[in-house]
């Protein structure tokens, strides 16, 4: 199968993993909302959600490039303008 075309397989697979992602993106942005003087560092939205590290700095990482968070210098995590 050449790499262009996706089997119907691994295309269900695909959408499982980003389904669970999307509710954790979602997750995330909601408490920095619902909270908006919340700063964490990734140890401790890794703790605060029970996220492996991985998989939190993808959240952190793609919730900061939407700007809904915004990373200061001292490495927390806020919630940004968007």
């Not at 697979?13 to 920095?32: F, H, I, M, S, T």
């Amino acid at each position: 199968m050449s790499s262009l075309a996706e089997s119907p397989e691994t295309v269900r697979n695909r959408k499982r993993r980003a389904a669970p992602l999307n509710d954790l993106l979602r997750r995330v942005a909601g408490e920095y909302r619902e909270m908006p003087g919340l700063s964490l560092t990734a140890r401790q939205a890794e703790r605060l959600w029970g996220l492996d590290s991985a998989t939190c700095g993808v959240v952190l990482t793609t919730l900061t490039e939407r700007q809904i968070l915004r990373r200061t210098t001292m490495g927390t995590y806020l919630r940004g303008p968007g």
